[in-house]
């Protein structure tokens, strides 16, 4: 009798090795990737917390957070700190290749449970800056200096980082490359990309949960239509500009009643709106209205001009202060508001400069005087209806509909000569 072992224990072997290899129980694994990839805006916080839901059901390993982000809103940095805070899922935060994390932005990073930055990324610029008339100045209030101190200082502190460099960022506006923040202690990795990371942090026990990352299946989170929406309409540029679109809107509505421009004047603004989350300056809302009755004015003596040009400067001084783009409600650095400022303003001006063009034009032809005078007998015109002999329908003539009275039968179409004026009403007669 044979002692070697049959084939089909030798396969029920092999197969039970397979199974219980490392390889194969961490190809099942799988992590979740939110990219934040702009400012932080009021739906970022509601990405980040549907992202963190998603993750939590469907058993991820973690939740990957690239940041490339200027900044952003103050109280949504805030809640997203808190969500990844309350969240049973590990969090990491990873400054993408070629982005950045500033202001908002590295505090976001420093609440991390994990912190990791591509080479040649940098983090920092957080200190706060105001809009003001003598332009963008630091903020020199200690209550609001000391609170972000206090925040960024306890973020480090909970994730075992580097407290004073955290207060640095604030204080002096401290900046840092990946080499130089891993040395200094505010991050803990260096990765080329997300899967190098994971291999890097693979065996981490973040939460009571040892994280099994290499060789993780990555999933890139997609939000619902619903936020895609809202991530759309948030951005600060998009939402002034759907505000400022919408005045015009009803400003071209009250001058053309019926043409339905006011119904998209209306939708425009609250779309702005809502993607502002209803946070607007009440200054800015009172020089926009003042521009629109000064355009309103304008169409009641036109001709004039000074209600028109008002109500331009108006509408533009109202697009600057319209997005709150000054601390504590916008946190990024003064050269990204100073952008901001430009992105939001030179597009008003050239649509508030086409705007009056058009509306000028418009009330020129509206308000010329006929040019019909002793010499019009035997200039020719179109009929536009069907107008029987002895009586009246329309005619074109030169652009403009007129009144007429014609001595024969006319069918739509039929070329007419003018044989006089009585008033508003032309004779005519089949040419």
Not at 35 to 43: A, C, G, K, L, Q
Not at 109 to 115: F, N, S, V
Not at 384 to 399: E, M, N
Request: hydrophobic residues 50%; glycine residues 10%.
């Amino acid at each position: 009798m044979s002692n070697k072992p049959s084939p089909l224990i030798l396969f029920l072997f092999l197969a039970l090795i397979l199974l219980l290899s490392p390889a194969c129980a961490s190809a099942e694994e799988k992590v979740l990737v939110l990219e934040i990839s702009d400012s932080i805006t009021p739906v970022s916080d509601d990405l980040v917390a549907d992202a963190l839901l998603v993750a939590q059901q469907e058993g991820y390993e973690a939740l990957v957070i690239t940041l490339n982000t200027p900044g952003g809103g103050v109280e949504e940095t805030l809640r997203i700190i808190e969500a990844i805070d309350q969240s049973e899922v590990p969090v990491i935060g990873y400054v993408y290749p070629g982005g950045k994390a500033w202001s908002a932005g590295t505090l976001i990073l420093l609440g991390t449970d994990i912190a990791a930055m591509a080479p040649y990324t940098v983090i920092g610029s957080a200190q706060p800056v105001t809009v003001s008339t003598g332009g963008i100045e630091p903020v020199e209030d200690d209550k609001i200096v000391n609170a972000l101190v206090a925040l960024a200082k306890e973020k480090a502190n909970q994730h075992g980082r580097n407290e004073t460099a955290a207060e640095k960022f604030i204080t002096e506006n401290l900046n840092l490359n990946a080499e130089d923040a891993l040395e200094a202690g505010v991050i803990e990795y260096v990765a080329t990309d997300v899967e190098d990371l994971l291999e890097q942090v693979d065996g981490e026990t973040i939460k009571g949960k040892e994280l099994n990352t290499s060789g993780a299946t990555i999933d890139i989170y997609v939000p619902s239509l619903r936020l895609s929406f809202m991530d759309i309409i948030s951005d600060p540029i998009i939402s002034s500009l759907l505000i400022m679109l919408g005045i015009y809107g009803i400003v071209i509505g009250i001058s053309n009643p019926g043409a339905g421009a006011e119904i998209f004047g209306v939708v425009a603004i609250s779309l702005g709106l809502v993607g502002m989350g209803f946070d607007v300056n009440i200054a800015a809302i009172f020089l926009i209205i003042l521009g629109v009755i000064l355009f309103v004015l304008e169409l009641q003596a036109p001709g004039i001009g000074i209600f028109g040009i008002s109500g331009l400067i108006c509408l533009i001084a109202g697009s600057i202060f319209l997005v709150p783009m000054d601390f504590p409600r916008w946190y990024t650095p003064a050269d990204v508001q100073q952008m901001m400022i430009i992105a939001i303003v030179t597009p008003t001006i050239v649509m508030g400069l086409l705007f009056v063009f058009v509306f000028y034009k418009v009330l020129e032809v509206r308000h010329r005087k006929p040019v019909i005078g002793e010499d019009f007998a035997g200039d020719l015109a179109e009929a536009i209806d069907k107008i029987d002999a002895g009586s009246k329908g329309f005619v074109r003539y030169k652009g403009e509909y007129w009144k007429a009275l014609s001595e024969d039968d006319l069918e739509e179409g039929d070329t007419v000569m003018i044989t006089d004026k009585k008033g508003p009403l032309l004779l005519v007669k089949k040419e």
